[in-house]
């Protein structure tokens, strides 16, 4: 089932969720306080209107509570995103998200009630360092500031031809191995029986420093 957001602040990033949200086949209502803007979303998105964000009784009038979620799009006018987002809570938004331009929006955003803050430029530019730091860390997903998840590309030729027991890798690197992408065949909680052959992609579950640490000794 669909489920209902509104983009405020049709930027290159809220103007690229705004469409990736409809491909998606969400509702969306789009605001932005630039007439242009508007005119061309308003084919795209499920509603689009022209409103100021920073003025509560624009934003009171659009019925925002009732919507799942509601995202932030304004970076470069920091006083407008803090104050869209403040009024946002206030009027009882269950759900706000709101796009930081740097570190210091982010902890205003986060002490004024933003439910989630992101960064786009700053996750992106960390995850394409990351790509190229460890070619062999397909997926990482942090779980808690301890823990994380990661899609480990085996090419190190230690590590090939003996299986998961003869590796020991739950006491010897303290990670559990969930899953396993092999050539032509995807196994869910793998036997210790199972052989690594190269280019086995393994699902590792454990610390983030386990998970990192074992990247790199398997690349
Ligand atoms: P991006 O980097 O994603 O392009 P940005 O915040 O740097 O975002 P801006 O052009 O400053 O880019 O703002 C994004 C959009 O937010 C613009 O379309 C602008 O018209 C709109 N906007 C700015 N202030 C308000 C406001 N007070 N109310 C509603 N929309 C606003
Ligand atoms: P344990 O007592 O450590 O659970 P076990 O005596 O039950 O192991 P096996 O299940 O045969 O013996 O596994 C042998 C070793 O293989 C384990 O000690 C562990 O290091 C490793 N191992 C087995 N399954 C996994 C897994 N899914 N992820 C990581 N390591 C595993
Ligand atoms: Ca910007």
């Given at each position: 089932?669909?489920?209902?957001?509104?983009?405020?602040?049709?930027?290159r990033?809220?103007?690229?969720?705004?469409?990736?949200?409809?491909?998606?086949?969400?509702?969306v209502?789009?605001?932005d306080?630039?007439?242009?803007?508007?005119q061309?979303?308003?084919?795209?998105?499920?509603?689009?209107?022209?409103?100021?964000?920073?003025?509560?009784?624009?934003?009171?009038?659009?019925?925002l509570?009732?919507?799942?979620?509601?995202?932030?799009?304004?970076g470069?006018?920091?006083?407008?995103?803090?104050?869209?987002?403040?009024?946002?809570k206030?009027?009882?938004?269950?759900?706000?998200?709101?796009?930081?331009?740097?570190?210091?929006?982010?902890?205003?955003?986060?002490?004024?009630?933003?439910d989630?803050?992101?960064r786009?430029?700053?996750?992106?530019?960390?995850?394409?360092?990351?790509?190229?730091?460890?070619?062999?860390l397909?997926?990482?997903?942090?779980?808690?500031?301890?823990?994380?998840?990661?899609?480990?590309?085996?090419?190190?030729?230690?590590?090939?031809?003996?299986?998961?027991?003869?590796?020991?890798?739950?006491?010897?690197?303290?990670?559990?191995?969930?899953?396993?992408?092999a050539?032509?065949?995807?196994?869910?909680a793998?036997?210790?029986?199972?052989?690594?052959?190269?280019?086995?992609?393994?699902?590792?579950?454990?610390?983030?420093?386990?998970?990192?640490?074992?990247?790199?000794?398997?690349?």
């Amino acid at each position: 089932m669909a489920q209902t957001f509104a983009v405020i602040g049709l930027g290159r990033f809220g103007s690229s969720l705004l469409e990736s949200l409809i491909n998606d086949g969400q509702e969306v209502l789009a605001i932005d306080n630039n007439q242009e803007t508007i005119q061309e979303y308003m084919d795209i998105a499920t509603h689009a209107v022209i409103a100021d964000a920073q003025d509560e009784d624009s934003l009171k009038e659009l019925d925002l509570p009732s919507l799942e979620h509601v995202i932030v799009a304004i970076g470069h006018n920091q006083q407008a995103s803090i104050l869209a987002t403040i009024l946002l809570k206030d009027l009882g938004c269950k759900h706000v998200i709101a796009k930081a331009e740097n570190n210091l929006h982010a902890r205003v955003l986060s002490k004024i009630g933003a439910d989630e803050v992101v960064r786009p430029e700053h996750e992106m530019a960390q995850q394409v360092a990351n790509r190229l730091v460890s070619p062999n860390l397909l997926n990482y997903i942090t779980l808690s500031d301890e823990y994380s998840i990661g899609e480990i590309k085996i090419s190190n030729f230690e590590f090939v031809n003996k299986t998961i027991a003869d590796l020991d890798i739950r006491s010897e690197y303290g990670l559990n191995v969930i899953a396993i992408k092999a050539h032509e065949s995807f196994i869910v909680a793998p036997e210790a029986s199972y052989e690594i052959h190269i280019g086995d992609v393994l699902t590792v579950i454990g610390t983030c420093d386990n998970v990192q640490k074992f990247d790199r000794l398997v690349t």
